[in-house]
């Protein structure tokens, strides 16, 4: 009788806590989540762009979430320069047909992947960029070649809603 | 220990006594047997405490005039240094507080190294005393943020970003951190409720640390155990009290000269130009208390490795009563243990330095030597030396020494025999 009173009691006990771990982490859920984007934030989702005044072989940097895009309109050297570079010499291989899908413009996030500082326009060793914050250098393509960067900068989602304009997001 | 049996003189203290034992608790923190030997380097637990009030004190009266928004903090920060009464000392007491909180706890920090108060039984002291610190690392770099200057935005980035080196889940926990795509305005907000929550956890964990330490009592220069309370110990007051008052004073001395004649001299000048999401500056440090961990992160060419290295050298703290297998408490008495200990104080000097330099050339490989040798201080050299450092004998007690006039215990003794 009384190792039956044992198990009644080890039951109880059990469905107790697990009832009271569902409850406490169904609490716990919205403190942590309220700290990820809110409403607002994700709404800035998009941005649009007037390009129309960019010549060859300059860079506009526009603010997208917070964050700098540099839109490259390249020249042709540059285009050259960066599809002529052998897959296997890259340190996150990545084409250059697929990362600028139109060769003249070159869209991507202007943060360096190692710890999120802006690069700098036309430096480096690879003509392209240069992170002045731990010596990352990225190719005319934004790939990186050489430093801590383990990628390259990201292309982000984006479209050209006609001949001057890009939608960024 | 005796002042248990404490009881008030007074009727109506022994009432309140009875319901609450504060009086105990007083007469405990007066009585509290301390070994008579402490040298100035004891001083720095009180001149901590007193860090701590003082930021606490000018913290709340700043955050009565600073405005924790991302459009408006920057203003409002010189709003205090121009407009607000006497708002430019309270901020120029609070910024080079934290500085000065720095140096006394990296004093601290050193003097249980070198006489080995990290041991048994005083390991969770010890512990205690590294999430301290790493809480104090966590408030100063959020603190710094909330002005929101460039070097708050880009440092506050690079930091947050160390989490992206997290594999699968790293960039999900950077948004998280950030509540967005990028340092801004969520970030400020929350930065500046964890601000403001930390030191009182840093309050709560000073009492545990003490209390921890009230247990075994002091550690002291000879590093041994003593009889509390005896001929080797003093009653806290006034003793002690008045050897921490000295020090304290002597330590405001050095922290008025920075307030009143270099209050910016720690700061960046970068700092004083706002937040600009566009523009990285040239050269993004960290402030000097930081800088032997950031030589350490870049001295690693991989970044999450990097991060890695960074973490561990400040979590291999916490596991330092293990590492250390010699059985003698105070470096007196290891004459290898005593050389190590120097070669690691210039070690994380140079890392400081290195750290403060461009991550190039012969400071890069400077800093990837020192980088080693502070791994393998403590988990090849610390091990090793256990087991084969020929050390000194140590005294009975701490009068033996001092009467003998020599800390050799054999001269002592022999002295001690001639007096008789």
Not at chain 1, 145 to 150: L, T
Not at chain 2, 127 to 150: D, E, N
Not at chain 2, 164 to 191: C, H, K, M, Q
Not at chain 2, 321 to 350: C, E, G, H, M, N
Request: charged share 15%; glycine share 6%; with cysteine.
């Amino acid at each position: 009788m009384s190792e039956k009173k044992t198990k009644r009691r080890d039951f109880l006990f059990t469905a107790t806590t697990a009832l009271g771990a569902v409850g406490a982490a169904a609490v716990v859920w919205p403190m942590i989540d309220q700290m990820n984007p809110d409403a607002s934030v994700k709404a800035l989702a998009s941005t649009e762009v007037d390009v129309s005044s960019l010549t060859p072989g300059n860079t506009l940097t526009v603010l997208w979430r917070g964050k700098p895009v540099f839109i490259r309109r390249r020249t042709q050297e540059e285009i050259d320069e960066a599809r002529k570079v052998k897959m296997e010499d890259l340190i996150h291989p990545e084409k250059d047909e697929d990362r600028a899908k139109n060769p003249e413009w070159l869209v991507m996030l202007g943060v360096c992947t190692h710890l999120g500082c802006v690069p700098l326009n036309d430096k480096g060793d690879y003509n392209g960029w240069f992170c002045p914050c731990h010596g990352s250098h990225y190719d005319t393509s934004g790939r990186i070649r050489k430093g801590p960067a383990p990628w390259n900068m990201e292309v982000p989602k984006y479209e050209f809603v006609d001949a001057n304009t890009i939608k960024i997001g | 220990m005796s002042d248990h049996d404490y009881r008030p003189k007074s009727k109506v203290g022994q009432w309140f006594n009875d319901r609450l034992p504060l009086l105990t608790l007083a007469n405990h923190l007066t009585d509290y047997p301390t070994p008579k030997n402490l040298n100035y380097w004891w001083t720095f637990g009180g001149i901590l405490t007193f860090c701590l009030i003082t930021q606490i004190v000018t913290g709340l009266t700043l955050a009565m005039h600073y405005i924790a928004h991302a459009d408006m903090a920057f203003e409002s920060v010189e709003h205090i240094m121009r407009d607000v009464n006497y708002g430019w000392l309270i901020r120029y007491i609070h910024a080079n507080g934290a500085s000065m909180f720095f140096l006394a706890v990296y004093i601290h920090i050193f003097r249980s190294l070198f006489y080995g108060s990290y041991k048994a039984p005083r390991e969770i002291i010890w512990i205690i005393g590294i999430i301290i610190y790493l809480l104090m690392m966590a408030a100063a770099f959020m603190g710094y943020v909330l002005p929101w200057g460039q070097m708050s935005f880009w440092g506050a980035t690079v930091i947050t970003n160390l989490f992206s080196a997290i594999p699968l889940v790293g960039e999900g926990i950077v948004t998280w951190l950030w509540g967005g795509y990028s340092v801004d305005n969520p970030t400020l907000t929350r930065f500046f409720t964890l601000h403001y929550l930390i030191p009182f956890l840093i309050l709560g964990l000073v009492v545990l640390h003490i209390w921890a330490l009230h247990v075994p009592g002091n550690n002291n220069p000879v590093g041994i155990d003593i009889k509390k309370p005896s001929k080797d110990t003093v009653p806290f007051h006034p003793y002690i009290v008045i050897k921490d008052g000295f020090a304290l004073l002597m330590f405001m001395i050095v922290f008025a000269f920075f307030v009143f004649y270099a209050p910016n001299i720690l700061g960046h000048a970068d700092n004083y130009i706002e937040a600009n999401p566009m523009v990285t500056p040239a050269h993004i440090v960290p402030e000097w208390y930081l800088l032997p961990f950031y030589a350490i992160l870049r001295s690693v060419p991989d970044k999450l490795l990097g991060v890695v290295a960074m973490l561990s050298a400040i979590l291999i703290l916490a596991v330092l009563p293990w590492l250390d297998t010699s059985k003698i408490r105070s470096a007196v008495f290891r004459p290898l243990y005593k050389q190590f200990y120097w070669i690691l104080v210039a070690d994380v000097l140079i890392l400081g330095y290195v750290g403060a330099m461009p991550a190039e050339g012969l400071y890069l490989l400077i800093a990837r030597v020192a980088t080693a040798y502070y791994f393998l201080h403590f988990l090849v050299i610390l091990p090793v030396l256990g087991f084969k450092e020929k050390t000194l004998p140590v005294p009975l007690s701490i009068t033996e020494p001092v009467l003998g006039g020599l800390p050799n215990l054999a001269a002592a003794r022999n002295k001690e025999s001639k007096i008789e």
